[in-house]
């Protein structure tokens, strides 16, 4: 790595103004499991380093039953992971969270973190955006609040202005949901070669008839994509294996995979189908149970 200059700041406040300051050359440095990598590929090459992961301010997991589910963006994966409220009442979470990476990597890697860095093949980006997930990003004397799949611009980038970072993450809370995160790779706690993250609400009248889904692929476009052609075959459906089928064949065709050592295009436009087509049932019987 390129030699670089060190600051940790104790706060938001002052970890903001040193971003602010240092502009396009600093970077925030949390968890550590992205930027390191990054750097040490000489993938990026920053001259200042704004250590943020000791504000504790921005570790917490907190749960409302009107509000839903609020995580700071410098809670590590090992504690979503680990949480009884989210196994609780956002399980498909949890369990995502224990086939990422390795349990040292959770350990220090944090959910802020992962998501900054814009990782085509995150497994966390497509879950959140399944779950319907705002992200809360802080500036100099700036707040706001977008969706997360507005977050994303392109691969590895974002639409973070030079003097912010993620400070929160947001679920809302939904009756008669249910979602899986599932991915194809070589082992379970690789990256994904292509993955699935869908979520579905039940009629609470009804319980065949889909109110709501949202399908989310990762892996196979510079940026989590949801396929709204096909939840929109869906939406206020009944649910039924013919129209599944259906739905993910057009998820299949709304994605742009590149042909790689992983596979070619044919083979991860396939293995989408099959992992939408599996992710549609399983979320609909989560619907019904959990």
């Known amino acids: 790595m390129d030699n670089f200059k060190y600051f940790p700041a104790k706060d938001v406040t ?19 499991q992205s930027l390191v990598s990054m750097m040490k590929e000489k993938f990026i090459s920053p001259s200042y380093i704004i250590d943020i992961k000791g504000i504790s301010d921005l570790d917490y997991i907190r749960y409302t039953k009107d509000d839903g589910l609020r995580i700071g963006g410098l809670t590590t994966h090992r504690s979503v992971e680990k949480s009884d409220i989210i196994r609780e009442k956002f399980f498909m979470l949890a369990e995502m969270e224990y086939t990422l990476a390795s349990v040292a990597v959770r350990n220090w890697g944090t959910v802020g973190g992962n998501l900054c860095s814009a990782d085509p093949a995150s497994d966390l980006a497509p879950t959140l955006i399944a779950l319907g997930a705002q992200v809360t990003l802080t500036g100099v ?5 977008v ?16 003097d912010e970072i993620l400070t929160e993450i947001h679920i809302p809370n939904a009756i008669m ?3 899986i995160h599932t991915k194809f790779a070589r082992r379970a706690t690789d990256l994904a070669v292509v993955s699935v993250a869908t979520y579905l ?29 096909a939840e929109e075959l869906i939406k206020g459906q009944k649910i039924n294996d013919v129209l599944i089928e259906k739905a993910a064949q057009i998820a299949s065709e709304d994605i742009q995979p590149t042909a790689d050592l992983n596979g070619t295009e044919e083979f991860k436009r396939d293995i989408a189908r099959v992992l939408v087509q599996r992710t549609i049932k399983e979320a609909a019987v989560r619907a019904r149970t959990l």
């Open 14 to 32: 002052e970890a903001c103004a040193l971003l602010a300051r240092y502009g396009e050359e600093a970077k925030a440095l949390s968890g550590g």
């Open 177 to 179: 949901s249910g979602g």
């Open 141 to 145: 004397d700036t707040e706001r609040v």
């Open 201 to 229: 609400t039940l009629d609470v009248s009804n319980h065949d008839l889909c109110k709501d889904i949202r399908i989310v692929m990762g892996s196979v476009n510079p940026i989590p994509s949801r396929s709204k052609r």
């Open 147 to 162: 969706r997360l799949e507005e977050f994303f611009v392109d691969s590895f980038e974002t639409i973070l202005n030079e």
